[in-house]
């Protein structure tokens, strides 16, 4: 079946370090790629999303190319701040999916330190 | 502002106990999900359902049940509570088409005692 895999956290960068968080998936077809994120205390938001390959999705500073030969959906920042200190957690709509539910990894916790 | 709005952010039950977790949004969304959060196993779906009256299980529905008598309300019910029912769980919403947004809300962390 479909699966996303996130690599593991937690993360901890300086503020001002470039991020990386990888996001790996297994589909059929062409599904929707989102990545969520969840601030402290929080419920999950929507940061940005890619619905073909190819697609970059971008916000806040964050991006993330929807790459189908390496079925990667990688999420970037080049200059973190404390204020993206969250939970972020990759997502996958599955192509031939008619009922809206969403696949998640397992989320990776990103800290940034002043 | 659209919202998903759940009854309780924490909620403290005794084992045995017949727990309600409420979901209302205004969007006027189709589907309706709960999830359940846990360290190191990400999000997992519990039930969801496509419209009044319609349910479907997730991948971890046993345990659980849910009711959807209106459209826009959807409540997850644990019949008889126990300890490793102890997590955070998370509402969510959505419309067609199937591949847009979904809107959580801010999340119910039960604890069973």
């Known amino acids: 079946g479909d699966s996303v895999t996130q690599m593991e956290g937690p993360v901890t960068l300086s503020e001002e370090a470039f991020l990386t968080i990888n996001c790996t998936y297994t589909?059929?077809?062409?599904?929707?790629l989102f990545w969520y994120v969840q601030y402290p205390g929080e419920g999950l938001q929507l940061l940005l999303k890619?619905?073909?390959?190819?697609d970059k999705g971008s916000n806040k500073g964050f991006e993330a190319t929807y790459r189908k030969e390496t079925t990667s959906f990688h999420l970037e920042k080049g200059s973190v701040q404390v204020s993206d200190s969250a939970v972020y957690f990759c997502?996958?709509?599955?192509?031939?999916?008619?009922?809206?539910?969403?696949?998640f990894g397992q989320g990776t916790t990103l800290q940034v330190k002043p | 502002d659209v919202k998903v709005t759940q009854s309780s952010r924490y909620l403290v039950k005794r084992t045995g106990e017949k727990v309600f977790l409420e979901c209302v949004q205004d969007?006027?969304?189709?589907?309706m999900f709960w999830y359940r959060q846990d360290p190191g196993l990400g999000l997992r779906l519990i039930y969801f359902?496509?419209?009044?009256?319609?349910?479907e299980k997730g991948d971890i529905p046993e345990g659980y049940s849910v009711s959807r008598e209106k459209k826009e309300r959807f409540s997850l019910i644990l019949e008889s509570a126990s300890t490793n029912q102890t997590s955070m769980y998370l509402c969510?919403?959505?419309?067609?088409?199937?591949?847009?947004?979904?809107?959580f809300g801010q999340g119910t962390r039960l604890t069973v005692v």
């Open positions: 890619a619905t073909k390959a190819d």
């Open positions: 359902s496509y419209d009044v009256k319609m349910k």
């Open positions: 969510a919403s959505s419309s067609p088409p199937q591949n847009t947004e979904a809107f």
């Open positions: 589909a059929t077809g062409y599904p929707s």
């Open positions: 997502a996958l709509f599955p192509w031939s999916s008619n009922t809206g539910k969403l696949i």
């Open positions: 969007m006027d969304h189709e589907n």
